[in-house]
């Protein structure tokens, strides 16, 4: 296990994605993220819905995770938003080096 995380979420649009990795990236609360366009398919107020979302790999440091988390609940156009992470088990070492360099 090494001290690195990844956090999934999704937004509705890529601009609401957009500015709120640049807020995240401004607060040195990630590293880099990655986005992209799917089609999203959910159980919402009783019944199935579908539609484009983008999704999002937010790449940070595992201490950062409580303040991540907050920032994306505060930042987040979603009501109920995926907020998921995903403990890395291995990470080639200049890249964590890079990440840990670049976040608070």
């Known amino acids: 296990m090494t001290d690195m995380i990844l956090i999934y979420t ?3 649009d890529r601009e ?8 995240l990236l401004e607060q040195r ?3 880099c993220a990655n986005l992209r366009e799917h089609k999203a398919f959910y159980w ?4 199935i819905e579908e539609g484009q979302e983008i ?3 937010l790449k940070t440091k595992v201490e950062l995770w409580g303040e991540l988390k907050d920032a994306l609940k505060r930042l987040h156009p979603y009501s109920v938003p995926a907020i998921i992470r995903i403990d890395v088990d291995s990470v080639n070492k200049e890249y964590l ?3 840990f360099e ?3």
């Open 44 to 47: 919402w107020e009783g019944k």
């Open 10 to 12: 999704t937004f509705p």
């Open 97 to 99: 080096a890079w990440l």
């Open 16 to 23: 609401s994605a957009e500015k709120i990795v640049r807020e």
């Open 102 to 104: 670049v976040t608070k």
């Open 55 to 57: 999704g999002a790999v």
């Open 29 to 31: 609360l990630i590293a």
